[in-house]
């Protein structure tokens, strides 16, 4: 059975940093990528970045420059260090497992977390 953990959500002020972490276990995938994705009150579930099986990440537009994802060499911890937060940046941050997909829709995942709020005052 496939888990998907996030952890180290938080209350922060603007222009501070966090760092999330997700544990993934119970899967077999031989390739893939791994993502993260936020949602807030009344908004669609936005794409924040993913890292592949390669290492190649990608990210979303409002996050560039300023969030990182990293991965350890076991392929089964994945972190989003995030820098400059931004009170828009307040939303519940998914992680998730997919493959064969592109990877930056939510639909190319097959595997969820439940999430960890992040909340930016300003």
């Known amino acids: 059975q496939v888990q998907v953990v996030e952890s180290g959500g938080g209350l922060v002020h603007a222009g501070d940093s966090l760092r999330l972490s997700c544990a993934i276990s119970?899967?077999?995938?031989?390739?893939?990528?791994m993502g993260w994705f936020r949602q807030s009150p009344g908004k669609e579930r936005e794409f924040v970045g993913q890292i592949r099986w390669t290492g190649v990440t990608s990210y979303g537009d409002s996050v560039k420059g300023r969030f990182t994802i990293s991965r350890e060499n076991d392929k089964a911890t994945m972190h989003l260090q995030m820098n400059s937060l931004k009170p828009e940046d307040t939303a519940v941050y998914y992680c998730a497992l997919g493959r064969y997909r592109r990877g930056v829709y939510s639909g190319d995942y097959s595997y969820w977390g439940r999430g960890t709020q992040v909340t930016v005052s300003s």
């Open positions: 119970g899967h077999t995938f031989s390739d893939g990528y």
